[in-house]
């Protein structure tokens, strides 16, 4: 191997560092949206944080190469922002788990592990349409959280791994409070 060999190897080896870094940066945006929706005490209010959420990983999703994690994004924008102005019909529901499947599979280019987007996609998707509470709406982002914690981890997100692991225990807490303190 040669000094010029050398060089574009640790060139691209650093590209890639940079990339992970810069995407765990950009996903402390993202988690400071996440433990926000799970914390509000509107559903609208939820759906927006949600919706910044999605805009954050959007980017991240980049830096990682996550190309189903970014489609599967890209569509949860605009489906929170739906649900959030209370136009995220049944109609709407179906299209967009169609549309997220089909992204998904397509895109897919991390095995098994790139299918927990569309999981956490797909669920958040049939919440977004079927949630009506405050309740039934963060027993939604719980889940959806769960889902995106172990792609995190897999993908080395760890800032979005670490925070999405505080945001479930603030989701928790949250649902413990519904439960323990009267409306």
């Known amino acids: 191997m040669?000094?010029?060999e050398t060089i574009s190897l640790t060139w691209k080896a650093g590209g890639?560092?940079?990339?992970?870094?810069?995407g765990n940066i950009i996903s402390l945006g993202a988690a400071a949206c996440l433990t926000f929706s799970c914390i509000v005490k509107d559903q609208k209010r939820a759906y927006g944080w949600q919706m910044g959420e999605s805009i954050f990983l959007s980017l991240s999703s980049i830096c990682f190469a996550s190309w189903a994690g970014l489609s599967t994004l890209l569509l949860s924008i605009l489906r929170n922002w739906l649900a959030?102005?209370?136009r995220f019909t049944?109609?709407?529901?179906?299209?967009f788990s169609v549309i997220t499947v089909v992204l998904g599979l397509l895109l897919?280019?991390?095995?098994w592990v790139g299918l927990l987007p569309v999981a956490a996609t797909l669920e958040l998707t049939c919440c977004n349409y079927k949630a009506k509470t405050l309740r039934q709406t963060?027993?939604?982002?719980?889940?959806?959280?769960?889902?995106?914690?172990?792609y995190s981890y897999m993908i080395l997100d760890i800032v979005s791994g670490v925070t999405q692991t505080i945001s479930?225990?603030?989701c928790i807490v949250a649902l413990w409070k519904m439960n323990v303190t009267p409306s």
Do not use: C, Q, T, Y
């Open 2 to 4: 040669d000094s010029g």
């Open 108 to 111: 897919n280019s991390k095995g």
């Open 90 to 95: 049944e109609r709407l529901m179906i299209v």
């Open 138 to 150: 963060r027993i939604g982002f719980l889940i959806n959280i769960l889902m995106w914690m172990v």
């Open 84 to 86: 959030m102005h209370e």
């Open 168 to 170: 479930a225990i603030a």
């Open 16 to 22: 890639m560092i940079n990339r992970i870094i810069l």
